[in-house]
């Protein structure tokens, strides 16, 4: 259950990365304030570690064609195919504080709990090990996300409260936020959450009878089902 899980969390945050690099490219192609270049030339500046990141990547890299055409005159259409998600989201995040564009911009903070789950996905950590309420750790709960929850009947305030205090469950949840909210094609939309449907409703249930005596894991799934239901109603 677990790796079709992290297969399903890959592929929705490669099409978040994606459409976080069209809307910023978007958005400073219009701005008439901006070439393009000044923006990367302030964000290297700010950040000197991520230009030698790059120059690294010059030796050992499939973007080493990119990065010695442009290593000396990066603009941000280019750099955009070079950086790390992380590190996009903070090419993103100076632009986004320092452009005089009044239209909607991306909430940068948001993605950062994306960047998260990704990174732990990737690598093959394990994500439901630890279903209990822990945000006595310290993460910061995402605003948007739990009045999302809210909105749906079906959870109750005392298990929003409750199931959107684990860390994992509280970040799906962010992430399935920041996918509806970023990807504009409802081509795509469409096609992750038939996906994610397929497992909720297919593949996690298939032998069901393993799973239940374990009460946490069955209260999760039910309150995750919900939500993943809530989201595939907007664009199924």
Request: charge should be positive.
């Amino acid at each position: 259950m677990d790796m079709y899980l992290r297969e399903q969390i890959l592929s929705m945050t490669l099409d978040i990365e994606h459409y976080i690099k069209v809307q910023l490219l978007n958005d400073i192609s219009e701005d008439n304030d901006e070439d393009g270049y000044s923006i990367v030339k302030k964000f290297l500046e700010c950040r000197p570690e991520v230009l030698q990141g790059i120059q690294d990547k010059r030796r050992n890299s499939y973007c080493e064609d990119l990065i010695c055409k442009y290593i000396c005159a990066f603009a941000v259409w280019n750099i955009v195919e070079i950086l790390s998600f992380g590190d996009l989201l903070e090419l993103a995040a100076l632009y986004y504080a320092t452009t005089q564009n009044k239209r909607p911009v991306l909430n940068i903070g948001n993605f950062r709990i994306v960047k998260f789950l990704r990174n732990a996905a990737a690598h093959n950590n394990c994500l439901i090990n630890n279903l209990r309420e822990n945000s006595g750790q310290g993460f910061q709960q995402n605003r948007e996300a739990n009045a999302f929850v809210s909105s749906i009947p079906e959870i109750s305030t005392n298990v929003r409260v409750k199931k959107m205090g684990n860390r994992f469950i509280h970040d799906f949840v962010a992430t399935l936020y920041c996918f509806h909210t970023v990807v504009s094609s409802n081509k795509v939309k469409k096609h992750q959450m038939e996906k994610l449907k397929g497992l909720t409703d297919g593949r996690f249930t298939k032998h069901s009878e393993y799973f239940s005596g374990n009460q946490l894991l069955v209260s999760n799934y039910e309150f995750s089902k919900k939500v993943v239901d809530k989201f595939a109603s907007m664009c199924i």
